[in-house]
């Protein structure tokens, strides 16, 4: 490919894309003649590697643009004529960097264990192989065995999601704003829903909640302020028409000082005493009271069915550490109803994902077993103790491969949970903080552009002059090595 700035230092050939360029106007000896035929390339080594892994066609293209940049090269005075293994190799290179996945695995080292720009949860083995499996063969996803007559699909899971929350029925959803949508369009399609100023919230992106509210059909009815909303409030609020009454967990942010809201289970009896659905919509949600495990209280899905939501709304892939998903539980009646929205058919998960969601919650039925065997869960559990041995093990190492222009040095560090949950409440943790030996800030930059080039990129976070790895996700040791070491003896970095 000629770049712009050749094409302007000479007029175009009539042939440009001939493997072998026809000689100069000026009739002088061209390098340009001695620039192998495709063909020739074609039967080096490497052309034959490519042909086997990519195709003749991709691979005569690839050989063709090499051959290309070459002439223009040789055209503007730069470099001598190839040998055709050099092209051929220079083809086999551009067809496997583009044959690389776009969605790559990382290295999540930002100190946020569910980060929404890296695909929140990570699934647990059982997810993984449940997946899989649904993946390679034919299911009986909405097919009852016993009976040999249709199914649904959420047979598969119902049972374990009213075990897990005590609800009388349950659905699932593409995700939690899916499952808000669906909620809203079914119970409040042309008629007011009720929700305090105070939990109006957007949670990032393009969800927010008047908008999701407004495109659901309902007629959005607020009440109270943004920093104080009382019973009475919603009691004069409610109308013969009105749909629901909505109450929003405002996860990830926190309203502090002269404040009031009115507690789920006081707003259920509001409701109820005018025949008013309460729906609760939790965001992260927790099937698990993460007391249990040191950290702190976040509402469970029990609880906030325990207070008296009709319908309760969460995510698959917060805190539940599942695949995306969103969950609708409740009243076994409103359920239903929220199943014969026609709505319903265009939110509905995939069996890959419901084969996911079945294993993750099966874990739940064993909680002393569950931060060794979720993921998220191990996580946020891991001790300051761990970390600090692995900072003791991978320090080093990276000094190494960084060399003399970066520090590296264990360091406390505090990480969070993300997607919303518990935002003011971090971890603390401990992560390998890089420094520049001349204090730079572009040095550091130009590393963290260099760990996000690598095979498996590593994204750790900027802060105060350190570029911070937070090691609370780091489990496999031996990849990251493998990674970083890539880098040995590039210390033009700085
Ligand atoms: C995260 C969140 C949502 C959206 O859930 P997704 O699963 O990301 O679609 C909705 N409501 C609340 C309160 C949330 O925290």
């Known amino acids: 490919m000629s770049s712009p700035a050749v094409s302007r230092a000479e007029p175009p050939s009539p042939d440009l894309s001939s493997p072998v360029a026809p000689g100069s106007a000026a009739g002088a000896p061209s390098p340009l003649r001695h620039l ?61 960097a583009a044959a690389a996945p776009s969605l790559k695995p990382v290295f999540n080292l930002t100190g946020t264990v569910l980060h929404t720009n890296l695909g929140r949860a990570v699934f647990a083995e059982a997810a993984v192989a449940a997946a899989t499996r649904a993946m390679r063969s034919a299911v009986a996803l909405e097919y009852d065995l016993d009976g040999g007559r249709r199914g649904e699909r959420d047979d598969h899971v119902r049972d374990l999601i009213c075990e897990l929350t005590g609800a009388e029925d349950a659905t699932l959803v593409n995700n939690n704003a899916a499952a808000v949508l669906l909620v809203l369009n079914t119970l409040a399609l042309g008629k007011p829903a009720i929700v305090s100023r105070g939990e109006l919230i957007e949670i990032g992106g393009a969800f927010r909640m008047p908008e999701i509210m407004r495109r659901a059909g309902a007629e959005l009815a607020e009440v109270g302020t943004t920093n104080r909303t009382h019973p009475r409030d919603y009691r004069e609020a409610i109308r013969p028409e009105t749909g629901l009454i909505l109450k929003v967990h405002t996860s990830n942010y926190r309203v502090e000082g002269f404040t009031a809201e009115v507690a789920p289970r006081d707003l259920a009896e509001i409701a109820h005493a005018q025949g008013v659905p309460l729906v609760n919509d939790l965001g992260s949600g927790t099937l698990a009271d993460l007391s249990r495990y040191g950290l702190v209280h976040e509402p469970t899905v029990r609880e906030a069915v325990a207070e008296g939501a009709d319908l309760v709304t969460f995510s698959g892939d917060k805190l539940l550490g599942g695949p995306q998903a969103g969950f609708i539980v409740g009243r076994r ?145 031996a990849a990251f090595i493998a990674s970083v070491t890539t880098l040995e003896g590039a210390h033009e970095l700085a």
């Open 36 to 96: 192998p035929s495709v063909d020739a390339v074609l039967k080096e080594e490497a052309g034959l590697a490519a042909v086997a892994r990519h195709g003749r066609q991709s691979t005569t293209a690839a050989v063709r643009a090499a051959l290309d940049e070459r002439r223009a090269a040789l055209r503007a005075g730069a470099g001598g004529p190839a040998a055709p293994g050099e092209i051929a190799a220079a083809a086999l290179a551009r067809l496997d």
């Open 333 to 477: 009646d409103l359920v239903a109803k929220v199943n014969r929205n026609p709505m319903k058919r265009a939110l509905r998960v995939d069996k890959v994902r419901l084969a996911a969601i079945e294993a993750t919650l099966r874990l739940y039925r064993d909680p002393d077993s569950l931060t060794r065997h979720l993921p998220t869960l191990r996580f946020l559990t891991r001790t300051s103790a761990d970390m600090s041995a692995q900072a003791g093990r991978l320090g080093p190492v990276l000094a190494r491969v960084l060399g003399p222009d970066f520090t590296v040095a264990p360091e406390p560090c505090r990480s969070q949970i993300g997607s919303g949950a518990l935002p003011l409440e971090t971890l603390e943790g401990v992560g390998l903080a890089i420094r520049a030996r001349d204090g730079s800030g572009g040095a550091l930059s130009r590393l963290a552009d260099s760990l996000r080039r690598l095979p498996v990129p590593i994204i750790g976070r900027i802060d105060a002059q350190a570029l911070v790895l937070d090691l609370r996700c780091l489990e496999d040791e």
